[in-house]
Structure formats: C-alpha cells, structure tokens
C-alpha cells in the first residue's frame, strides 16, 4: 500500500511547490493530496490550462500520483447565490481534479454562522453537497467531506449526511486529528473511527496531544507521538477494504521534512507488522 503526504503540510513552512515535489520524493512518498489553498507554496502555483499541465508533468517525472486535491468549501451560506457560488467552485475543483487525474476531493461542509439558525446548517450543508454529487458522479471523482472545524467534528452527524445526500460519490476524508482537536475523548474517538472507517476515500492522518487542552491549545503532533490510537484506525480502515494510499497530514512545530519522514516511518512499520500478523 501506497503512502501519501498533503502539500499544504510543506506549504505551512514556506516550500514552494518544487521543493516539495523534491522532498516528497526524497523521503519516498508516492503520492499527495495537492493544496488549493490561496498563496499554497509560495505563490508557485498556477490554476490555468498550463499551470495544471505544468503541476501534473512535475509530478508524473517523480513518481508522485495526485491522488487528491484539498478544496475549500463553506455552505452553510445565507443566500440562494452564495451558495451556488460554492457550488461552483466545486465544479471548478472537479475540473482540474479530472485533468490531474485525481480521484478525490478534500472538502468542507461549513462553519456556524450568526446569520442562520442552527437548525438549518446541517441543510445547507446537505443541499449545497446534492448539488454538487452529480457532477461528481459525472467524471467519477469522490467528494471526500472532512471532520473540519465546528459542525462536522461528529462521526454520527458525518453519516446523516452521508444518509440525506445519498450519493456514492459522497464520502469521508476522515482527519484522524480533528476529533480530538475539537474535545472529543478517547472512548468516543475510537467510536468514531470504527464508525468512518468504510464510508473513507481518503486520509489525513494526523497525531496530537490535549495535554495544554483543547482547539487553540491543542498540540499536532509527528504520527505516533501522541496519544491517538491510530493503529485502531488503520486496522478499521483496511480491514474495511480502503485500497487508496494512506496520506498523512503534518502541522508539529518541526520542520515538515523531519514530520513527515516520521509519520512515513511510522506507517511503514504499521504495515510491516500488518503483514506478519
């Protein structure tokens, strides 16, 4: 099984886009989940025609598959056009998706919103995901909804949504990280794992600690040097049949280089001693 890294991992500690490649390479990483994220790498990106040809060319000459793209996305809008503005970025997402050869999107469901009552999030959210599944199904390309932030840091609420959209090309990035950053404890977090795990197209995974506490104080940590049971996951995960590559989020105060080489060396090992089971 393939491991992979998020760019927007290198991005956070100013790689441009070719020392990343390089340094994705170098630790042996086969594939990455490539950042949209406004500046990503130092400006180095560029979303035209040539720009993405350029970004698939690169990566090709390495070895590297663009597994997935990181989108970014807000529903829970309070007009009708501000949501089909979402609506239309994902259809953008899907289009360069298809020409990197992607077979997943990262995206968000939303953020609470002062503006519109809670009772109505979870149905935007859910509106603004049907809108979108069936240009998904279209070009076969996964959207991957992810445990982000405020509304979706719920495995329970993950599924219904999952349920209301009812599109097989609707799914979960699961980030093993976000639940605990959020304030769920351990007992739940292994719930929720067993519960994610074979509805997942794709990983971000992610280790910390809630030593200092909780969301601002919360501290990312290398894969293996907190206190997750990450293992429990990655055997719910393939035991569930997840054939994609395991890619790893790194957010620690290291230098990404040194972050990410210990979470491939982390997974590595896990799968080692997977096949000697």
């Known amino acids: 099984m393939d491991i992979g890294i998020l760019s927007l991992s290198f991005s956070f500690k100013g790689y441009t886009f070719d020392n990343f490649l390089d340094s994705a390479k170098e630790i042996g990483f086969k594939a990455y989940e490539l950042s949209t994220a406004p500046g990503a790498h130092q400006g180095t990106l560029q979303w035209d025609d040539k720009g993405v040809e350029g970004i698939k060319k690169k990566s090709s000459s390495l070895g590297l598959e663009i597994y997935a793209l990181g989108g970014y996305t807000n529903f829970v809008r309070v007009t009708a056009e501000e949501l089909k503005e979402e609506v239309k970025k994902v259809v953008r997402y899907l289009d360069i998706a298809e020409k990197l050869g992607a077979k ?3 995206v968000f469901g939303g953020e609470p ?3 519109i009552p809670e009772s109505q999030w979870v149905d935007l959210i859910v ?3 049907k809108e979108c599944a069936s240009e998904a199904e279209k070009k076969g390309i996964y959207l991957g909804l992810e445990n982000h932030g405020y509304i979706t840091n719920n495995a329970e609420l993950e599924l219904k949504i999952l349920e209301k959209v ?10 093993t990280s976000n639940y605990y950053w959020y304030g769920h404890d351990l007992p739940t977090i292994e719930r929720f794992y067993k519960l994610v795990a074979p509805y997942c197209v794709h990983t971000h995974l992610k280790d910390g600690s809630v030593k200092q506490g909780i ?15 990450l293992k429990l996951f990655l ?7 997840y054939d994609g590559p395991l890619c790893i989020e790194y957010e ?26």
């Open 215 to 229: 969301r601002d104080k919360y501290i990312s940590l290398a894969l293996g040097e907190g206190e997750l049971p």
């Open 235 to 241: 055997d719910e995960l393939l035991s569930s049949g």
């Open 104 to 106: 997943v999107i990262r």
């Open 127 to 129: 509106k603004g995901l």
């Open 252 to 277: 620690g105060e290291e230098d990404a280089k040194i972050g990410a080489r210990k979470g491939y060396e982390f997974l590595k090992k896990y799968l080692s001693e997977r096949e000697c089971r």
């Open 113 to 115: 919103n002062p503006h």
């Open 166 to 175: 009812d599109s097989p090309f609707v799914r979960l990035t699961v980030d």
